[in-house]
């Protein structure tokens, strides 16, 4: 049943941020700390699981492509809500700091990738 | 007959949200196809319009809830709030390659401390270029180059100014808004385009909506790794903004 997929779904993303959220408060931070990524690994595993236990039946797998497939949707609406006017009229400062923030970074992703891929035959 | 339109449309606002980024995103694809031939990504457009229109909310309304403000569109907010958001993302690892993941591991870490600390030392060099000398000041504005969650969780810890704060968080908005517009347009020349280039992508930007926005204009595949590092950039930089990184700044200042 669809709604298989959807509880499972939703299953994975309550535990996992609910472990990033303990997370957060051992290390002592007030911030979730890799919920959705536990989300996500959680549902790696259990939708991996060999079919001895069980397996996903085509619609539970439904249930899950769905909200997949929402995912550009979503990621639309949440553009139109960002506060995009407070990024643009406070001033030069915290543009420029951001603008330079992202340029670095994006500097930085081939440096790193050639470092991972070079380790990656090391192993 | 108007009246009772606007009425339903806002009590029902979820579905009015659908209808309305439904036509948006239809709209966008049109345009890449028609105008572009295909060349920008539709969902690059959808994505742009979007912030456009967040832009005009904002202007209009003057609230930060972007378009999400008219109240006819209040189900905007619901939408593309933190909880689709992050649920949609779970959903996107279903299917990923989970060897590709796995690796995440290391040079995943490597990329989110590299991350928080390049865009903490940017976001300190432009506070202090622009005149900023207390070392309290200076770390907030660079943890709002972080990302705009890290910015006031640590002007807060460290006692910072309130305007100073509100500079920070403008300083994150700027950089989430740039990785969803930027990220297509930049990603054929840094390589972005396999599994383990967008787990160091959200590593090193951090900004979950950015890298959301920015994943899903460039190639959905690539969500799911780029995601599943960048969820950990928010608290790794609350851990060391207010702490190692503050006093490092404060042993140069």
Known sequence: ?????????????????????????????????????????????????????????????????????????????????????????????????????????????????KIGSGSQQDD | MIESLYAVLEKNALITAFLFVGVLVWFSYEISARLTRGQLHGSAIAITLGLVLAYFGGQVKGGTQGIADFSLLAGVGVMGGAMFRDFAIVATAFGADLSALRQAGVVGAISVVVGVVLSFTVGAIVAVSFGYTDPVSISTIGAGAATYIVGPVTGTALGADSGVIALSVAAGLTKSVLVMVGTPLIAPRIGLNNPHAALIYGGLMGTTSGVAGGLAATDPKLVPYGAMTATFYTGVGCLLAPSVLYLLVRAIF
Not at chain 1, 36 to 65: C, E, P, Q
Not at chain 1, 76 to 83: L, P, S
């Open chain 1, 1 to 113: 049943m669809v709604i298989y997929g959807v509880a499972l779904l939703s299953f994975c993303m309550l535990v996992g941020v609910y472990i990033g959220d303990i997370l957060g408060d051992l290390i002592g931070v007030q911030a979730n700390v890799g919920g959705v990524g536990v989300a996500m690994l959680l549902l790696l595993y259990l939708s991996n699981l060999s079919s001895r236990k069980f397996s996903l039946g085509d619609l539970t797998k439904k249930g899950i492509g769905f909200w997949s497939a929402m995912y550009i949707p979503i990621v639309v609406a949440m553009a139109a809500k960002q506060n995009v006017v407070a990024a643009i009229s406070s001033g030069w400062m915290a543009i420029v700091a951001g603008v330079a923030a992202v340029v670095v970074s994006f500097a930085m992703i081939p440096v790193l990738a």
